[in-house]
């Protein structure tokens, strides 16, 4: 679970919340989707922090806290700060290893059947 996290923090290209005005209807609705994603894993994220191994949380957020792109920078502060909401939810308290395994892997399969949607729809070069 923690490589998928440094992948995606290592991937973030979006405004905070990301500006989709100008694009397209189909492509504004992928990049929704895929940052309401992004978004909802590392709120996860945070509610299982009680299930990590000593010191992961804090290799998560050194990471994050390394990145100097401004752009990047703001989406890297919006997720943390969803992170940190799901670390202060009631839930975290109280959910499983079992659970916080369950819900990553829903949601990684949902970002992973996105990815093939959008390159699916891609136009061919």
């Known amino acids: ?14 405004q905070t ?15 929704s989707k895929v940052f309401a994603g992004m978004t909802r894993m590392f709120e996860t994220l945070g509610t299982c922090e009680r299930q990590f191994p000593p010191g992961v949380a804090d290799q ?3 990471s ?3 990145e100097t792109d401004p752009a ?3 989406a890297t502060a ?3 700060d969803a992170y940190d909401k799901g ?3 009631p839930r975290a308290a109280t959910i499983s290893s079992d659970e916080c395994t369950a819900e ?22």
């Open 104 to 125: 990553m892997q829903a949601i990684t399969a949902e970002m992973q059947a996105l990815q093939t949607e959008i390159e699916a729809a891609a136009p061919e070069s």
């Open 72 to 74: 990047k920078k703001a």
């Open 87 to 89: 670390k202060a939810s």
């Open 64 to 66: 994050m806290a390394n």
């Open 1 to 14: 679970m923690f490589s998928l996290v440094l992948a995606f923090s290592g991937a973030l290209a979006f």
């Open 78 to 80: 919006f997720l943390l």
């Open 60 to 62: 998560i957020r050194a």
């Open 17 to 31: 919340p990301p500006d989709v005005s100008t694009l397209p209807p189909e492509q504004a609705a992928q990049v």
